[in-house]
């Protein structure tokens, strides 16, 4: 994305909830299914965004969350919610790049990242991070997966030109696999509400408010519209694809 492009993408999410699909529930739902936790858990929020799960998460702990995230609106608007919230003993926000992470080695014990890592690359983000993890730590991140083959022509273009990278859950359980030093404790799919509830509801008004600002602007519009149509397809076609919470264990360097 050119300056342009990346300022109207950025737009179009401030604002809503969350940055990408989810929900309490959900993360709760994964959060429990770490056993044997420490007293004092230290947390790595890797790509918080405005902070939705960061903020449930420290409804959930005793310890220490670091959130992280390179948008500058974002790192201000969760701190901010951490000042309202009362939470500035449990959550530090930190201005940073997922690509160049400064933390001592062994660190902590979850890493924790909703609707980011592909970011990075899902494989990349299992070895680049693993090193931050203590031994026994856990990394949960959700990953967008296909659910069923032999998806629709549009929407395998659609996904093919926007994250080629996307597999079903068996491939990535078989990246699990070949990445030495995890052991895979569990997965499951997030709900459709956890889609629309937080996320595409609120980004589909802020589409339609910001159509009408940018009317007369294609190189903005564009990028509008292609926000839409992924809404659309999701509408059309959420029985093919969805988010899926993984959840795994750091056995060995």
């Known amino acids: 994305m050119n300056e342009k492009t990346l300022k109207v993408f950025f737009e179009i999410h401030q604002g809503i909830p969350r940055q990408g699909p989810g929900d309490s529930e959900s993360t709760k739902k994964a959060f429990l299914k770490l056993v044997d936790l420490p007293l004092n858990i230290k947390i790595l929020d890797i790509g918080c965004g405005a902070g939705f799960q960061t903020l449930d998460l420290a409804n959930l702990i005793n310890g220490k969350i670091i959130a992280i995230d390179n948008h500058p609106l974002y790192v201000d608007e969760l701190k901010q919610k951490v000042l309202q919230k009362g939470f500035s003993d449990k959550i530090e926000v930190v201005n ?7 933390f001592p080695q062994a660190s902590f014990d979850i890493i924790w990242s909703e609707g980011a890592i592909y970011i990075i690359g899902f494989e990349n983000g299992l070895e680049q991070w693993k090193s931050l993890l203590k031994q026994g730590g856990y990394l949960a991140a959700t990953e967008i997966t296909w659910l069923k083959p032999h998806p629709p022509s549009e ?9 080629p990278a996307m597999q079903d859950v068996e491939g990535n359980l ?6 030495s030093g ?15 509830n937080y996320y595409y509801n609120p980004l589909e008004e802020r589409v339609q408010l910001l159509k009408k600002y940018y009317q007369d602007d294609a190189e903005a519009l564009e990028v509008i519209n292609m926000t839409q149509l992924e809404i659309d397809l999701y509408r059309k076609y959420s029985e093919y694809y969805g988010y899926v919470f993984y959840i795994i264990q750091k056995l060995s360097n």
Not at 96 to 102: E, I, P, V
């Open 96 to 102: 940073a790049d997922m690509f160049t992470l400064d």
């Open 155 to 163: 929407l395998e273009e659609f996904w093919n030109a926007n994250y």
């Open 174 to 179: 078989k990246i699990f696999q070949k990445t």
């Open 182 to 196: 995890y052991k895979i404790i569990d997965w499951f799919v997030l709900p459709e509400s956890a889609w629309w």
